[in-house]
């Protein structure tokens, strides 16, 4: 009872001190809200949609967490209205659906036990072994023995897909380059009057969606080799290459990701996969190859997760998975790069 009391206290002062907001300014742009969360020390802007769908929409921050049916499956949420989300606000009939993929239920080496067997004590909200159960927004609460997810209601309980109880912990590196024309010159956009950034872009096996390459990071890694590993299997397809390409493409990714950089975000994901009790968190980080020079020399091939990979032009247009069309328009904006036809479309939704 102690520790709910304490999780309610905690949710309350986090969303009070969000709704304390600063102005910050962007070229060409009015004061754009920014709000520091109570107990990380990542800034990023104060989006609705930040973690909404690419439509735009700002209905609600918590908008794919409540898709139907469940990724994989044929479950169906509990219907869930965005007035009801927020865990401050009472439903006594709340009575979401129970659901963990058989997948993760027959106990593969990333997946943590049920809660309910004994040999299992996890430590959530701080680094339990090797296993990072800290959320990169702050601490959440315990009800049941369970960890809550602290964006709110989804209307279903369990872990899904996903294997860790609390947190899942991703990492999404975003390779750009500037898109040039035949004789090496900077294309700019002939309305925006901005050069035209390109990214890496994959389409996911499991959902059919362009996305960001990225993945989870692995017990004990540093955030830094998740990056790198991950562009390198589903970019590069490095988990098929001989002994002696490996090599070439990790001097080449040592190279690459020496670079330029930029942290992007920070925190939880509104992902299709979410539940009550288990929620993807991640760092997109952009990594710029300025000249073009070490991505001219390393050939994309899709690997792992991906079912294809090409260099996508950046643009408002991108219907991409999860919260990545947010992550790459964030990209534009730090980059200068253009990004909408439309020269108020930069300050829309911020």
């Not at 609600?60 to 989300?85: D, F, L, M």
């Not at 919260?323 to 300050?347: G, N, P, Y």
Request: hydrophobic residues 35%; proline residues 5%.
């Amino acid at each position: 009872m102690a520790g709910r009391l304490l999780g309610r206290a905690l949710a309350a002062v986090s969303l009070s001190v969000a709704l304390a907001s600063v102005t910050v300014r962007s070229p060409g742009c009015r004061g754009i809200p920014a709000f520091r969360n109570s107990f990380s020390s990542c800034w990023f802007h104060l989006n609705t949609n930040v973690m909404s769908g690419s439509n735009g929409s700002k209905e609600n921050s918590h908008n794919k967490a409540r898709t139907s049916p469940y990724p994989g499956s044929k479950v169906e949420r509990s219907q869930v209205p965005n007035e009801k989300v927020g865990w401050l606000v009472e439903w006594q009939d709340y009575n979401p659906v129970e659901y963990t993929a058989v997948s993760v239920l027959a106990g593969p080496r990333w997946a943590d036990p049920q809660i309910s067997e004994s040999n299992f004590s996890p430590k959530f909200n701080e680094k339990d072994g090797l296993v990072e159960r800290k959320s990169k927004n702050g601490l959440y609460e315990i009800e049941n023995g369970r960890p809550r997810n602290p964006a709110g209601r989804t209307g279903l309980v369990g872990r899904g897909l996903l294997g860790r109880w609390g947190p899942n912990h991703a990492a999404d590196p975003i390779i750009t380059r500037w898109k040039k024309d035949s004789s090496g010159n900077k294309i700019m956009h002939p309305v925006s009057g901005k050069h035209i950034l390109q990214f890496v872009a994959i389409k996911r096996k499991d959902c059919g969606e362009w996305a960001i390459p990225g993945g989870m990071v692995d017990p004990g890694e540093k955030i830094s080799a998740t990056l790198k590993r991950e562009f390198g299997e589903e970019a590069l397809n490095s988990l098929q290459k001989t002994s002696a390409e490996k090599r070439e493409i990790e001097e080449k990714l040592h190279k690459l990701f020496s670079q330029d950089h930029l942290l992007i975000y920070k925190g939880y994901v509104d992902d299709p996969r979410n539940t009550d009790n288990a929620w993807m968190e991640t760092e997109a980080v952009n990594y710029h190859d300025e000249t073009g020079e070490i991505m001219d020399n390393l050939t994309l091939e899709a690997g792992d997760d991906a079912g294809k990979v090409k260099w996508v032009d950046i643009s408002d247009k991108l219907k991409l998975y999860a919260s990545h069309f947010q992550f790459i328009k964030l990209v534009a904006e730090k980059r200068d790069a253009h990004w909408s036809e439309d020269s108020e479309a930069d300050c829309h939704g911020l």
